[in-house]
């Protein structure tokens, strides 16, 4: 389930991490995706990339959206690997984000820019990724 959002109902700490300050007035919308699963017997079958690829088409085709972004528990190791191969970037540690079974827990913000958008990447985040990746 995802939405397209107003960049206007999003609060200036996510605004600013979503949103690279030098062209954030282009941009009047994101698109968050709320949630996304597949039950493990349809596991692997291009299903969820299948989803992602369709938010993705749709942000292509809106230039006034400069990022799709999500949230996603810190040890939800899989889905953490799926959407980096997808090409979504570690934005920031939230704490105490979700309440689950009354017991909070952390989560990641995770982004994909679009449009000329940076977002919260800094040419030392880039290249540290990169070095990262071959290292």
């Known amino acids: 389930v995802g939405a397209m959002v107003s960049t206007k109902k999003l609060n200036l700490a996510s605004r600013s991490l979503l949103l690279s300050s030098s062209n954030s007035e282009y941009f009047s919308r994101v698109f968050y995706i709320m949630t996304l699963g597949t039950d493990r017997e349809y596991r692997q079958l291009g299903l969820a990339t299948a989803l992602i690829q369709q938010c993705i088409q749709q942000v292509r085709e809106d230039r006034s959206c400069g990022a799709l972004y999500l ?27 979700y309440t689950i079974n009354e017991q909070k827990r952390d989560c990641y913000l995770y982004a994909r820019y679009f449009h000329g958008n940076t977002g919260h990447l800094t040419v030392y985040i880039v290249l540290s990724a990169y070095l990262n990746a071959i290292w």
Do not use: C, D, K, M
């Not at 949230?71 to 540690?93: C, D, K, M, P």
């Open 71 to 97: 949230h996603v528990l810190i040890e939800n190791t899989s889905a953490i690997r799926f959407y980096e191969r997808l090409g979504f970037w570690r934005v920031q540690l939230i704490p105490n984000y």
